[in-house]
């Protein structure tokens, strides 16, 4: 699904009187569900793990949140939509993670913040945050890497 597509989504569900929206295709899960007055976004795709070869390394296909960086040891938590990033729930408040911080499969690493709609961006992966990518307040697009992690 192209991200006009799912704006448009988004839209049409925040106007109507529908409060939960699924879409299952052979390559991603998508759950849009309302609650109090905000459109919540779940995603999730399939991974699938290749045997090892002889000539070659263990592939793993990782879900689009995670992706194997330059550095073999660790792995990047993505962005899932265009947005604007925040480190924080809000300005008066400390940031969900900081480089150093132990995180839990699950944690909210930050929120995303589209068409008036904050949406909590939760890792996949347990580790340690090596790097956040992006600033506070900067506006990040799909798939763009936001943190490295060393698992």
């Not at 597509?5 to 929206?21: G, I, P, R």
């Not at 265009?82 to 008066?92: E, M």
């Amino acid at each position: 699904m192209k991200i006009d597509q799912l704006k448009q989504v988004l839209e049409m569900l925040d106007q109507s009187s529908v409060n939960e929206l699924s879409l299952e295709t052979d390559t991603y899960k998508l759950k849009l569900k309302k609650q109090n007055d905000s459109v919540v976004f779940s995603h999730q795709t399939p991974v699938a793990v290749t045997a090892p070869t002889q000539s070659a390394a263990p592939v793993t296909e990782l879900t689009p949140e995670e992706e194997v960086t330059p550095e073999a040891d660790t792995v990047t938590i993505n962005a899932l939509m265009v947005g604007t990033f925040y480190s924080r729930p809000t300005p008066d408040k400390p940031s969900f993670v900081k480089v150093g911080d132990q995180i839990e499969v699950g944690q909210v690493v930050c929120v995303l913040e589209a068409m008036k709609l904050f949406n909590n961006l939760n890792s996949e992966v347990a580790g340690t945050v090596v790097e956040i990518l992006v600033a506070d307040g900067d506006l990040v697009e799909f798939g763009q890497p936001l943190f490295r992690i060393r698992p």
